[in-house]
């Protein structure tokens, strides 16, 4: 059984080394060839739990084994608690708040269009203000104009009707709700 938690453990070393280390380069030198083998499975089968998990019944074997007097169904009962207490942790602790999260900050202007902001500084007739707009998670401020030369006053809602030479054209919210 020692042989088992050896090579439960080793092989969660080394999965963790070659992801880690050659993770980016192996993924770029495949660029999405394997993405067939991805299914699509609950959020807790995730390569993070499972082998981490591995690890852990490996580790808490080995330790068990060499300084525990259990038996040896004992030892891997207890091995298996740590594995499925350490995969349950890393999973709602990590792994479920990453998916959760943005992916990217980045976006293009054209992404505005359409989207709902409000005037954070105050656009004249045929000047130029500034826009508020929430994206995801993220709120961006971006210069802004009134799509017919319109003045908006700081705090109004305004819809993003066009984007050109990198100036939001906005036009009143209430007014273009008014017009559906």
Same mark, same amino acid.
């Not at 980016?24 to 999405?32: H, V």
């Given at each position: 059984?020692?042989?088992?938690?050896w090579?439960?453990?080793?092989?969660?070393?080394?999965? !963790?080394?070659?992801? !880690?280390?050659?993770?980016?380069?192996?993924?770029?030198?495949?660029?999405?060839?394997?993405?067939?083998?991805?299914?699509?499975?609950?959020?807790?089968?995730h390569?993070?739990?499972?082998?981490?998990?591995?690890? *852990?019944?490996?580790?808490?074997?080995v330790?068990?084994?060499?300084?525990a007097?259990?038996?040896?169904?004992?030892?891997?009962?207890?091995?298996?608690?740590a594995a499925v207490?350490?995969?349950?942790?890393?999973?709602?602790?990590?792994?479920?708040?990453?998916?959760?999260?943005?992916n990217?900050?980045?976006?293009?202007?054209?992404?505005?269009?359409?989207?709902?902001g409000? *005037?954070n500084?105050?656009?004249?007739?045929?000047?130029?203000?500034? *826009?508020?707009?929430?994206?995801?998670?993220?709120?961006?401020?971006?210069?802004?104009?009134g799509?017919?030369?319109t003045?908006?006053?700081?705090?109004?809602?305004?819809?993003?009707?066009?984007?050109?030479?990198g !100036?939001?054209l906005?036009?009143?919210?209430?007014?273009?709700m008014?017009?559906?």
């Open positions: 059984m020692l042989e088992l938690y090579g439960c453990l080793i092989f969660g070393v080394l999965f !963790v080394l070659v992801s !880690v280390v050659l993770g980016d380069l192996i993924g770029s030198w495949f660029d999405g060839a394997l993405e067939f083998l991805s299914l699509d499975a609950p959020d807790f089968i390569p993070m739990t499972i082998v981490g998990g591995l690890t *852990v019944f490996g580790g808490a074997g330790l068990l084994t060499q300084y007097p259990l038996a040896v169904w004992q030892t891997a009962v207890v091995s298996l608690t207490l350490s995969s349950t942790v890393v999973f709602w602790a990590y792994v479920r708040s990453m998916k959760q999260a943005e990217s900050l980045a976006y293009t202007m054209s992404e505005l269009e359409g989207k709902i409000e *005037v500084i105050p656009i004249p007739a045929g000047g130029f203000g500034e *826009v508020k707009v929430q994206l995801g998670t993220s709120t961006v401020y971006e210069i802004a104009s799509f017919d030369g003045e908006h006053a700081t705090g109004s809602k305004v819809i993003v009707v066009e984007v050109r030479d !100036v939001l906005v036009a009143d919210f209430a007014q273009s008014q017009l559906e």
